[in-house]
């Protein structure tokens, strides 16, 4: 993995290694620090839930992943009075479980060669989730063959909720092959 921090305005994706998928980054947000895993736009797009909700990778370093999404009124849970629908606490477990796989993700030599999959997903709700809401994944531990995440989802109102998972980890040359993500 090429380090962020050798990373020039001058470089280019096409300097890649070699995925099998399309280097075109048209389609990508440009998000200067999200440099750790080049196909994340792609693996966004080609989800079709993810893409629905239309998440940003706003940075994604060693160990650490910040996702984001925009508020929609579609996301809302009509729970709410007065025209105050949080949004669906379904969508706040979405964020920490996707924002932990790439901040996890993001300790692989070859992140596109391997694999994950969520084992345990905790979220303790906090408060009503409501406007933007942004998930910042922090890498607790990142063994051979288990990852374990911390997160926390903050939106208009403050803090919104906090989570943790664990993640199997199917690392490239691990012998092993992974359904999930």
Same mark, same amino acid.
């Given at each position: 993995?090429?380090?962020?921090?050798?990373?020039?305005?001058?470089?280019?994706?096409?300097?890649?290694?070699?995925?099998?998928?399309?280097?075109?980054?048209?389609?990508?947000?440009? #998000?200067? %620090?999200?440099? *750790?895993?080049?196909?994340?736009?792609?693996?966004?797009? =080609?989800?079709? +839930? &993810?893409?629905?909700?239309?998440?940003?990778?706003?940075?994604?370093?060693?160990?650490?992943?910040?996702?984001?999404?925009?508020?929609?009124?579609?996301?809302?849970?009509?729970?709410?009075?007065?025209?105050?629908?949080?949004?669906?606490?379904?969508?706040?477990?979405?964020?920490?479980?996707?924002?932990?796989?790439?901040?996890?993700?993001? #300790?692989? %030599?070859?992140? *596109?060669?391997?694999?994950?999959?969520?084992?345990?997903? =905790?979220?303790? +709700? &906090?408060?009503?989730?409501?406007?933007?809401?942004?998930?910042?994944?922090?890498?607790?531990?990142?063994?051979?063959?288990?990852?374990?995440?911390?997160?926390?989802?903050?939106?208009?109102?403050?803090?919104?909720?906090?989570?943790?998972?664990?993640?199997?980890?199917?690392?490239?040359?691990?012998?092993?092959?992974?359904?999930?993500?």
């Amino acid at each position: 993995m090429q380090d962020p921090e050798d990373l020039t305005d001058a470089d280019d994706v096409s300097d890649a290694p070699e995925t099998g998928e399309s280097t075109d980054t048209a389609d990508v947000p440009d #998000t200067d %620090d999200a440099t *750790g895993w080049p196909e994340w736009g792609s693996f966004v797009d =080609n989800h079709g +839930y &993810l893409s629905w909700l239309d998440v940003r990778v706003e940075s994604l370093e060693e160990g650490r992943a910040v996702l984001a999404i925009d508020h929609d009124e579609e996301f809302e849970n009509p729970v709410g009075s007065d025209g105050y629908d949080p949004i669906h606490g379904g969508i706040v477990a979405t964020l920490i479980d996707t924002a932990s796989a790439f901040a996890l993700r993001s #300790t692989f %030599d070859d992140p *596109g060669g391997a694999g994950l999959t969520t084992t345990d997903l =905790n979220v303790s +709700y &906090l408060r009503p989730a409501t406007g933007d809401l942004r998930a910042e994944a922090e890498v607790v531990r990142a063994g051979k063959t288990s990852g374990v995440t911390q997160v926390s989802v903050t939106g208009a109102d403050g803090e919104a909720a906090v989570g943790r998972t664990t993640y199997r980890l199917f690392r490239a040359g691990g012998g092993e092959s992974a359904g999930g993500r």
